[in-house]
């Protein structure tokens, strides 16, 4: 049988444990998603993408010519995809959310970061 003290100590211990299960930085990468954005017929797919800070986007050139994915005042870059390439940005918050394509300015996309 328990003591109250020794009750006190455990309703303490597992407070203080969902606390720290809540407030884990490890929790919260496992959390964050991969998005794939396919370039294809000179286009991004999908043309928009929601995304959360700490989420991955991988864009993936299914395309014949080499393209892009760069934001509009040039804050994160792919470099040049050539087909069946693919490259990786991690989403920070005040990322730039327009992007373009630097061989092709027509192709254009966007981010919606929440």
Not at 25 to 32: G, L, N, Q
Not at 88 to 112: D, G, I, R, W
């Amino acid at each position: 049988m328990c003591s109250d003290f020794s009750r006190r100590h455990i309703l303490i211990a597992g407070a203080a444990a969902s606390v720290a299960a809540l407030t884990n930085p490890a929790k919260a990468e496992v959390r964050s998603k991969i998005h794939d954005v396919r370039i294809k017929d000179f286009v991004y797919v999908p043309d928009t993408l929601h995304v959360h800070v700490g989420d991955t986007i991988r864009w993936i050139n299914d395309d014949l010519a080499p393209h892009t994915a760069t934001a509009l005042e040039f804050g994160w870059d792919t470099g040049e995809l050539k087909r069946g390439e693919s490259a990786e940005v991690v989403v920070s918050e005040n990322m730039e959310t327009a992007y373009f394509c630097v061989f092709h300015p027509h192709m254009k996309a966007q981010l919606v970061i929440s």
